[in-house]
């Protein structure tokens, strides 16, 4: 048998099991509610920078092409090469053109015999005015074939039409060329406004104007920035690089040691404004492409996980263009601790 010391040893030892455990379990619940840091939500009208990239050239460059199809016999000039305005440039094969030149020159001599025979028939009343009529006609159009083969002689040539640098060579020697097909494409380097022809995304292209500023620089030149304007955007995409092309007119800045082909790099501020949210970068998460997920309260006490589309990421904080209209606060700080059934406390 037990004694009544026995009895209050094992009661006591049964109380303090019992609030041990209850204490754990408080402790436990407590554990569960997780702190958090919370900003409240407003969108804002945002100015946001694009970046873009490309090469310099200028405004007047000028693709070069012979008048007339054939066999370009030779190509004097590379990629690179400085030229002279009316520099010789490059020549096509002159075995066809000459012949039908000289095919012209024996036509406009026979029509000429022609109708001086006409005339001399009709004044001794042989021959009809309506046959010295037919054979002058075709003496004026022998004469036209005539000039028409020596402007085609002469222009068998590509010249350069103004002083500056070979931008691009489209053929090489011995290939056959159709009439207009560029060959070569030079600038006027030195005289011609310089630009930087960059790609954008046809979200950047859409939020930018004609007019809108922007600030370049290239590796070339280190140091120097140039002041920058859009003149000109494409109307459509271009082929090679999957990407719509804008051209940014340099403005001011040195441009000594420029050159044709330089890589450049733009910072341009779009003139339009956008509703959008600006979220610290730490508070979004698993973000794809332009894809991620945050997680937000209304209550303060209960979280949603929300997905929300990313429009930039600039200056440490994330744009959100949609995903976020009726939420009260976005958790800033202990988001990694969280799930959709989490508790939390605010800190602030």
């Known amino acids: 048998m037990y004694n009544k010391n026995s009895l209050l040893v094992a009661f006591f030892s049964i109380t303090t099991l019992i609030a041990c455990k209850d204490k754990k379990q408080e402790e436990a619940v407590t554990d569960d509610i997780i702190p958090v840091n919370v900003m409240s939500l407003q969108m804002d009208s945002l100015q946001q920078t694009i970046n873009a990239s490309g090469q310099f050239t200028t405004d007047d460059e000028t693709n070069l092409s012979f008048k007339n199809g054939g066999i370009i016999r030779k190509i004097y000039v590379d990629v690179g090469d400085a ?27 026979k029509a000429q015999r022609d109708y001086e025979r006409a005339v001399n028939l009709y004044k001794d009343s042989v021959a009809t005015l309506e046959q010295m009529q037919n054979a002058k006609t075709a003496l004026d159009i022998a004469r036209q074939q005539y000039i028409s083969a020596g402007f085609n002689q ?74 920058a304007k859009v003149i000109k955007k494409s109307e459509g995409i271009d082929p090679m690089s999957g990407t719509f ?13 420029m050159a044709a082909g330089l ?19 730490d508070a979004l998460l698993d973000s794809d492409k332009n894809t991620g997920y945050v997680f937000v309260t209304n209550d303060d006490s ?21 995903g976020l209209e009726n939420v009260k606060h976005l958790i800033v700080s202990g988001s990694a601790y969280l799930n959709e059934d989490s508790k939390i406390k605010v800190l602030h």
Do not use: C
């Open 154 to 227: 002469n222009n068998s040539e590509i010249r350069a039409t103004q002083s500056g640098y070979v931008l691009r060579r489209f053929a090489q020697e011995g290939q056959i060329t159709g009439p207009g097909t560029p060959v070569l494409q030079i600038n006027g380097a030195a005289n011609g406004n310089w630009i930087l022809k960059a790609g954008v995304s046809d979200k950047q292209w859409s939020a930018v104007a004609i007019g809108d500023k922007a600030i370049i620089t290239t590796d070339a030149l280190e140091g120097k920035t140039f002041a």
């Open 302 to 322: 209960t979280v949603q996980k929300i997905s929300v589309q990313i429009s930039n990421v600039t200056n440490g904080n994330v744009i959100i263009n949609t």
């Open 245 to 257: 092309i804008i051209h940014l007119q340099i403005t001011d800045g040195d441009k000594k040691g």
């Open 83 to 109: 030229v002279k305005k009316g520099q010789l440039l490059a020549t096509v094969d002159l075995t066809e053109i000459n012949a039908m030149s000289q095919q012209a020159s024996l036509g406009y001599a």
């Open 263 to 281: 890589f450049g790099k733009a910072i341009i501020t779009p003139s339009r404004t956008t509703q959008a949210w600006a979220i610290p970068y």
